[in-house]
């Protein structure tokens, strides 16, 4: 089954332009392309490259769409144009012709206007983002903001008069957010640099005169929060004490699409701007996430407020596309060429909250045994990345096939998860950081409660997820039976002393300052605890990744290798942070599948 789950296509809208066509994500050949779906639902190729396409946009008023790829996986983002129009490319393919390349910088496409691209670059000193305008016509390029720092996303008003930042680089998991006047340059900032707010991506209303944003600041949960420009003034427009809410303007200046949160799952529903009155609940599939929790594009109004595209995903279902129509209240799927079946058999996972060593509730998924697989009483405990991230219900083929093996998969929010309010996920800050991993104690403690047998249960996670398999085999050797570290970080010193310049700065406001923090970092870096561990260990990393050096894998496996701890590492030299590619992922999982039969037999 993992080969089927494997190679299930997924697809995610970027763009969509007023006749209705749109810019989709589809990976039906192993690897995401740039797809033109038709308003007659008709599918077109735009490209055929080597690597991911990361994101494209229509040009308005044009035939041309901008394209955002890398190499290899180094997420080194370069932009080019093509012409719908042009068929003269291999395969009758428009050709892509270099508009933004620089191999050594990062470039990210933030949005396409008439005539011209905003993009984001690192290129002036490697470390800060700065927002870049280029007219299209005259190549001339126009320098909106270089205040230093790492921006996150960046968002045009419908006037391009006004470009909205959110930028990191505040305490813990903040995010400021700033407002750039794009005709006098001038930036001005909507809140402080010091206030540990989170805020998410805004969204401007139609008339350019403010904007819907959601943001946690003075509270535990992401609210709705609307910023007028004219006055500068703030007001609270959807509140919800429980829940985690975010919202996306309709062009028709008078309804608001809210995304509700709620232990993983993600609901839609239309309501009223101005009064924030409930209209209608979206019918999507149960159970699953729609919107940037899924780390997918957000929702995708259309031109006139018509419908709504909404990238969405579950446990039972791949990424896909749902068109929301207002006026009808009806969500249909955006059709895909077709790929293999979907096996049947797939389930939803239980909620269960488990006491950790203080107190604590830890938010839980249990994933049973599935596809008439007996359960072996084996366990697999799979850590998502981050640490502010957050593990949702939504489609991980990983999880799914462990749970065809006849594993239980248990798939926790330690602390410092975001979605389940302000001080969980500042709970793991810094100097807290080995309580996360204590988290992981908890859990294997609680195992027998669900029938499963402690001694036969492994770590399986990714990046920060990779830290804390390394961390729990490192500090806490009794417990676990295997480990499969994907990307992650064996040292948190040699980590932040490795990692890309501009991630750098972002990094340690987690960790911690290597200047400052040095001793701690050491304390908690599973490298310097190596001795103590004795359980075999798999490791999967990409030569390319500019997150998590490749050097943090080989440290690792030497320190066990030379302590005769059975232990292998696969090297993918045309991957980055993760392994994108559907070629090495058929290579590297069933070779880790194999490692956990060998040793939770």
């Known amino acids: 089954m993992l080969t089927t789950l494997l190679s299930l296509p997924t697809v995610m809208a970027f763009d969509v332009d007023p006749a209705g066509r749109l810019l989709v994500g589809y990976d039906g050949s192993g690897i995401r392309q740039i797809h033109l779906v038709e308003a007659d639902g008709s599918w077109r190729a735009l490209t055929a490259l080597g690597d991911t396409a990361r994101s494209a946009r229509f040009v308005p008023e044009s035939r041309r769409v901008v394209v955002e790829h890398d190499s290899g996986g180094d997420e080194r983002g370069q932009l080019s144009v093509l012409d719908l129009d042009d068929t003269s490319g291999p395969g009758g393919l428009p050709v892509l012709a270099p508009l933004v390349h620089d191999l050594a910088y990062f470039h990210h496409l933030v949005d396409a206007k008439p005539g011209r691209v905003f993009f984001t670059t690192n290129r002036r000193n490697q470390v800060d983002f700065d927002l870049v305008m280029l007219d299209l016509a005259s190549g001339t390029e126009t320098v909106l903001y270089d205040g230093g720092g790492y921006l996150g996303s960046a968002h045009v008003s419908p006037d391009e008069r006004w470009v909205a930042i959110t930028l990191a680089g505040g305490p813990g998991n903040s995010v400021q957010l700033l407002l750039v006047d794009v005709a006098a340059r001038a930036v001005t900032e909507l809140t402080a640099h010091d206030d540990p707010t989170y805020q998410e991506g805004p969204s401007w209303l139609p008339d350019s005169s403010g904007f819907v944003v959601a943001s946690d600041e003075g509270r535990e949960r992401l609210a709705l929060r609307r910023y007028d420009v004219g006055t500068a003034a703030w007001s609270d427009l959807l509140v919800d004490d429980k829940h985690d809410l975010a919202g996306w303007v309709c062009p028709d200046g008078e309804h608001l699409l809210v995304g509700t949160t709620d232990d993983g799952v993600v609901t839609m529903a239309l309501h009223k701007l101005a009064d924030t009155s409930f209209v209608a609940d979206l019918e999507l599939p149960t159970g699953g996430c729609a919107a940037r929790l899924i780390m997918a594009p957000d929702p995708l109004w259309s031109f006139d407020g018509s419908y709504a595209l909404l990238?969405?995903?579950?446990?039972?279902?791949?990424?896909?596309?749902?068109?929301?129509?207002?006026?009808?209240?009806?969500?249909?799927?955006?059709?895909?060429?077709?790929?293999?079946?979907?096996?049947?058999?797939?389930?939803?996972?239980?909620?269960?909250?488990?006491?950790?060593?203080?107190?604590?509730?830890?938010?839980?998924?249990?994933?049973?045994?599935?596809?008439?697989?007996?359960?072996?009483?084996?366990?697999?405990?799979?850590?998502?990345?981050?640490?502010?991230?957050?593990?949702?219900?939504?489609?991980?083929?990983?999880?799914?096939?462990?749970?065809?093996?006849?594993?239980?998969?248990?798939?926790?929010?330690?602390?410092?998860?975001?979605?389940?309010?302000?001080?969980?996920?500042?709970?793991?800050?810094?100097?807290?950081?080995?309580?996360?991993?204590?988290?992981?104690?908890?859990?294997?403690?609680?195992?027998?409660?669900?029938?499963?047998?402690?001694?036969?249960?492994?770590?399986?996670?990714?990046?920060?997820?990779?830290?804390?398999?390394?961390?729990?085999?490192?500090?806490?050797?009794?417990?676990?039976?295997?480990?499969?570290?994907?990307?992650?970080?064996?040292?948190?010193?040699?980590?932040?002393?490795?990692?890309?310049?501009?991630?750098?700065?972002?990094?340690?406001?987690?960790?911690?300052?290597?200047?400052?923090?040095?001793?701690?970092?050491?304390?908690?870096?599973?490298?310097?605890?190596?001795?103590?561990?004795?359980?075999?260990?798999?490791?999967?990393?990409?030569?390319?990744?500019?997150?998590?050096?490749?050097?943090?894998?080989?440290?690792?496996?030497?320190?066990?290798?030379?302590?005769?701890?059975?232990?292998?590492?696969?090297?993918?030299?045309?991957?980055?942070?993760?392994?994108?590619?559907?070629?090495?992922?058929?290579?590297?999982?069933?070779?880790?599948?194999?490692?956990?039969?060998?040793?939770?037999?």
């Open 311 to 601: 990238n969405h995903s579950s446990p039972v279902n791949p990424l896909s596309v749902f068109r929301y129509t207002r006026a009808t209240g009806e969500v249909v799927a955006i059709q895909s060429p077709a790929g293999p079946e979907l096996p049947d058999g797939l389930t939803h996972p239980e909620s269960h909250r488990v006491t950790s060593f203080d107190g604590e509730q830890i938010p839980v998924f249990v994933y049973r045994p599935i596809g008439g697989a007996a359960s072996s009483g084996s366990a697999v405990v799979w850590v998502h990345g981050g640490p502010e991230l957050m593990a949702m219900r939504v489609w991980n083929p990983i999880v799914t096939a462990l749970a065809a093996e006849g594993h239980t998969v248990i798939v926790p929010n330690v602390r410092g998860s975001a979605a389940y309010g302000k001080r969980w996920y500042t709970l793991d800050d810094k100097e807290l950081r080995l309580d996360s991993v204590r988290d992981l104690a908890a859990i294997h403690d609680w195992l027998p409660s669900i029938a499963v047998d402690p001694k036969r249960t492994a770590l399986w996670g990714g990046s920060y997820g990779g830290y804390m398999v390394l961390a729990g085999l490192a500090f806490q050797p009794e417990r676990w039976a295997a480990g499969v570290d994907v990307v992650g970080i064996a040292s948190l010193v040699t980590f932040l002393e490795n990692t890309s310049a501009y991630r750098r700065v972002a990094r340690e406001r987690e960790y911690g300052v290597l200047a400052e923090d040095r001793d701690f970092l050491e304390e908690a870096s599973p490298l310097n605890r190596v001795d103590d561990i004795r359980a075999p260990l798999f490791v999967i990393h990409g030569a390319n990744d500019p997150r998590v050096p490749l050097s943090e894998a080989e440290q690792i496996v030497d320190a066990l290798t030379n302590r005769d701890v059975p232990c292998q590492l696969l090297v993918y030299p045309d991957e980055g942070h993760g392994l994108q590619k559907r070629s090495n992922r058929l290579d590297a999982y069933p070779q880790a599948f194999a490692f956990l039969r060998e040793h939770l037999s």
